[in-house]
């Protein structure tokens, strides 16, 4: 049960190193790609940090360029029309104009409309209808231009110098205002957001967007920006398609990597567990054979004190059966032979305790010059009469051989074959004792 505790307490701790790892691994993994992940989220803010920037340029430029050509458009106009103002105002002081001939000047030079108030406050114009004066006034200036969008006109209201005469002449707009509508922001502004990259872009007045003090304003989304350009804000949104898309692939990539460390992971846990498993077996079958040896040697301990023990009172009847038979000329032959079978019995006894020494006591070679063939010789002649009597032929063909060993245990090695092939051979036959040197 020690072990097995053990063993148990072992695999518990490997158990939870081997997860300890996987865990550190994953989280690796998992920082590794948010950091990945932040990355392009900051690559692609500088990038539409950088298109915001150079939009803003670009629109803000437009923008003051568009004012200054509006303005000298403006200027352009009224003063054409101030020269055209100035010729009517000689032909009208030569001769009065009428309202027919009023269309007629204004359909030849391309006016929509002329007005005319003289000093005594009559009025000729042409269409009629067309003015009404009261909705303009003349300031400090000689002149006023104004510009009505939705009846595409400019009008020109003059004061003539030196009398109180006031001439208002009118010009189409409509293809100035194509102008300055193709030359606009308007179509600035459509024509950057049909580019690549941008989704959509917008002039927006600034009081009424929610901003920061920042020049440039993160909102809800990555891809939006707020560029303030005076009293408006340029309102921008970058594409976020390929942020999106490399987003993506980072997750991909991440969820494939995953499963192929949870794979691994649980491939090398069941690696581990059966390579657990079989240590803790083969400690299992170590601490059986332990258990075994520790008995052998209790056992061995406890054979060899009793062998002592009986070896003792066997040598002092042996002495005695020895006297005994020494000092036995005068018994009967029934008793001699009492005294024979006990001096067997007691032999018999004393090469069972001699052998229970030793196998209870560890081998010990004396390694001393050994000459084999005379020590085989020797046993060989020994047992050669009890061969001779079960009728067992025996022959020994000896070489002359030497070495190093021990010559008590190779005579016992010796008598126990001899002794074995007498066993076996019970009804006559023969063995044949050879010693010889292989090549």
Same mark, same amino acid.
Request: glycine share 8%; aromatic share 8%; charged share 15%.
């Given at each position: 049960?020690?072990?097995?505790?053990?063993?148990?307490?072992?695999?518990?701790?490997?158990?939870?190193?081997?997860?300890?790892?996987?865990?550190?691994?994953?989280?690796?993994?998992?920082? /590794?790609?948010?950091?990945?992940?932040?990355?392009?989220?900051?690559?692609?803010?500088?990038?539409?940090?950088?298109?915001a920037?150079?939009?803003?340029?670009?629109?803000?430029?437009?923008?003051?360029?568009?004012?200054?050509?509006?303005?000298?458009?403006?200027?352009?106009?009224?003063?054409?029309?101030i020269?055209?103002?100035r010729?009517?105002? /000689?032909?009208?002081?030569?001769?009065?104009?009428?309202?027919e001939?009023?269309?007629?000047?204004?359909?030849?030079?391309?006016?929509?409309?002329?007005?005319?108030? !003289?000093?005594?406050?009559?009025?000729?114009?042409?269409?009629?209808?067309?003015?009404?004066?009261?909705?303009?006034?003349?300031?400090?200036?000689? !002149?006023?231009?104004?510009? +009505?969008?939705?009846? !595409?006109?400019?009008?020109?209201l003059?004061?003539?110098?030196?009398?109180?005469?006031?001439?208002?002449?009118?010009?189409?707009?409509?293809?100035?205002?194509?102008?300055?509508?193709?030359?606009?922001?308007?179509?600035?502004?459509?024509?950057?957001?049909?580019?690549?990259?941008?989704d959509s872009?917008?002039?927006e007045?600034?009081?009424?967007?929610?901003?920061?003090n920042?020049?440039?304003?993160?909102?809800?989304?990555?891809?939006?920006?707020?560029i303030?350009?005076?009293?408006?804000?340029?309102l921008?949104?970058?594409?976020?398609?390929?942020?999106?898309?490399?987003?993506?692939?980072?997750?991909?990539?991440? /969820?494939?990597?995953?499963?192929?460390?949870?794979?691994?992971?649980?491939?090398?846990?069941?690696?581990? /567990?059966?390579?657990?498993?079989?240590?803790?077996?083969?400690?299992?079958?170590?601490?059986?054979?332990?258990?075994v040896?520790?008995?052998?040697?209790?056992?061995? +301990?406890?054979?060899?004190?009793?062998?002592?023990e009986?070896?003792?009172?066997l040598?002092?009847?042996?002495?005695g059966?020895? +006297?005994?038979?020494?000092?036995?000329?005068?018994?009967e032959?029934?008793?001699?032979?009492?005294?024979?079978?006990?001096?067997?019995?007691?032999?018999?006894?004393?090469?069972?305790?001699?052998?229970?020494?030793?196998?209870?006591?560890?081998?010990?070679?004396?390694? +001393?010059?050994?000459?084999?063939?005379?020590?085989?010789?020797?046993?060989?002649?020994?047992?050669?009469?009890?061969?001779?009597?079960?009728?067992?032929?025996?022959?020994?063909?000896?070489?002359?051989v030497?070495?190093?060993?021990?010559?008590?245990?190779?005579?016992?090695?010796?008598?126990?074959?001899?002794?074995?092939?007498?066993?076996?051979?019970?009804?006559?036959?023969?063995?044949?004792?050879?010693?010889?040197?292989?090549?």
């Open positions: 049960m020690i072990t097995s505790g053990a063993g148990l307490n072992g695999r518990s701790v490997l158990w939870k190193a081997n997860l300890s790892v996987f865990v550190l691994l994953f989280g690796l993994i998992l920082g /590794y790609f948010s950091w990945q992940v932040a990355q392009s989220r900051q690559a692609f803010e500088e990038h539409v940090n950088e298109h920037q150079l939009v803003a340029e670009v629109v803000a430029t437009n923008v003051r360029a568009a004012g200054h050509s509006q303005q000298v458009v403006e200027q352009i106009v009224s003063d054409f029309l020269n055209i103002a010729f009517i105002a /000689y032909l009208d002081q030569v001769e009065p104009f009428s309202s001939e009023l269309a007629a000047y204004a359909q030849e030079n391309g006016l929509q409309g002329v007005w005319i108030r !003289h000093t005594d406050q009559t009025v000729v114009m042409s269409p009629q209808g067309w003015f009404d004066q009261p909705l303009f006034q003349v300031g400090q200036d000689d !002149h006023v231009l104004i510009h +009505r969008q939705k009846r !595409h006109e400019y009008i020109l003059w004061k003539v110098p030196g009398d109180q005469r006031l001439i208002a002449v009118s010009l189409p707009a409509k293809s100035i205002e194509q102008l300055q509508e193709q030359m606009g922001v308007k179509q600035l502004l459509a024509a950057l957001s049909r580019l690549a990259g941008i872009l917008r002039l007045p600034t009081a009424s967007v929610t901003r920061n920042e020049l440039f304003t993160s909102q809800a989304v990555a891809g939006e920006r707020q303030i350009l005076g009293k408006q804000t340029l921008l949104a970058v594409e976020s398609t390929s942020l999106n898309k490399r987003i993506s692939g980072l997750w991909r990539e991440f /969820y494939i990597f995953s499963g192929l460390l949870i794979v691994a992971g649980l491939a090398l846990s069941w690696l581990l /567990y059966r390579y657990q498993n079989r240590h803790v077996d083969d400690l299992w079958q170590l601490h059986q054979q332990l258990a040896q520790r008995e052998d040697a209790s056992l061995g +301990r406890a054979a060899a004190t009793i062998s002592h009986i070896r003792n009172p040598n002092a009847i042996s002495m059966l020895q +006297r005994l038979q020494m000092e036995s000329s005068g018994l032959g029934e008793h001699q032979q009492l005294l024979v079978a006990m001096s067997d019995a007691v032999k018999r006894t004393n090469e069972i305790v001699h052998g229970l020494q030793r196998y209870a006591l560890p081998l010990q070679p004396k390694m +001393r010059p050994v000459t084999l063939n005379e020590l085989v010789a020797r046993i060989v002649d020994l047992y050669r009469p009890q061969f001779e009597m079960q009728g067992v032929h025996l022959t020994c063909q000896l070489q002359p030497s070495c190093l060993g021990d010559g008590g245990l190779l005579g016992q090695l010796v008598e126990n074959l001899l002794k074995n092939a007498l066993e076996a051979q019970t009804r006559g036959g023969f063995v044949r004792v050879g010693l010889m040197v292989e090549q």
